[in-house]
């Protein structure tokens, strides 16, 4: 007679919790964002309702206050998920002010937060050429690039991006602009990369966002055609001769290509 008896629905279900929990130490060792964050999609590795996420703000941020307002006013909509982190939107801006970058571009722009915070980074004769498909949203950032005082310096191009990196490209700009930053559809993004690497000048940086989808790359579903976009061009990537790359664990993971 066993001193402890439990019905068998108890036993096995405890056991399969045991299973769940060790996998999940498991995963947690070799892929820390799973435990941070979630396998599910989602735009940052670490999760924005860690502490650690709360730490790295609170040790790093120091945001424009229009910035931060734009932010909070992107944030409130349901698409606002999309717009890029405030830590690496900092990143950049602090990369374009040590490149002593004059011209960039942004492949999709939302409301344009990181428009604006690459504005703000720029002399006063610099230029953001800035393409999206849809108005709507950069009508609701405009107003604010203008009370930041940097409006003139953002030049939005609504039409899809290939066709006007393809307009400037057939204007004479090719190795004219210092930073490229691309963060639209993924399944261009193979076709973005090569338009910006031409558009670049030897030295310039391109930042490729969300290079991690959430951890998907991993193991790309073949029905997840972003997924599998964005794994290609990182396979790609790493073996390309014209540039050097560094992969950073930041926002859903970004990038950096620097044009030899
Ligand atoms: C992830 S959001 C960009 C976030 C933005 N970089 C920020 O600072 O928050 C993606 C944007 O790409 C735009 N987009 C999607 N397809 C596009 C295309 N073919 N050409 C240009 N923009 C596109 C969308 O309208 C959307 O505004």
Known sequence: ????????????????????????????????????????PHKSIIGKSSPLWQYILDHSLREHPVLKKLRLLTADY????????????????????LIKAKKVIEVGVLTGYNALSMALALPDNGRVIACDINEDYAKIGKPLWKEAGVDHKIDLRIKPATQTLDELLAGGEAETFDFAFIDADKESYNEYYEKCLRLIKKGGIIAIDNVLRGGRVLKPRKDDLETQSIHHLNE???????????????????????KL
């Open 1 to 40: 007679m066993p001193l402890f008896s439990v019905p068998k629905e108890v036993a096995v279900g405890t056991a399969m919790l045991g299973v769940a929990f060790a996998t999940g130490l498991l995963a947690g060792k070799r892929y820390p964002f799973l435990v941070f964050g979630s396998s599910k």
């Open 78 to 97: 349901p698409w606002g998920k999309m717009m890029v982190s405030c830590d690496q939107a900092q990143f950049m801006a602090n990369l374009i002010k």
């Open 236 to 258: 790609k990537l790493v073996r390309d001769a014209r540039v050097n790359i560094s992969m950073i664990p930041m926002g859903d993971g970004v990038t950096l290509v620097f």
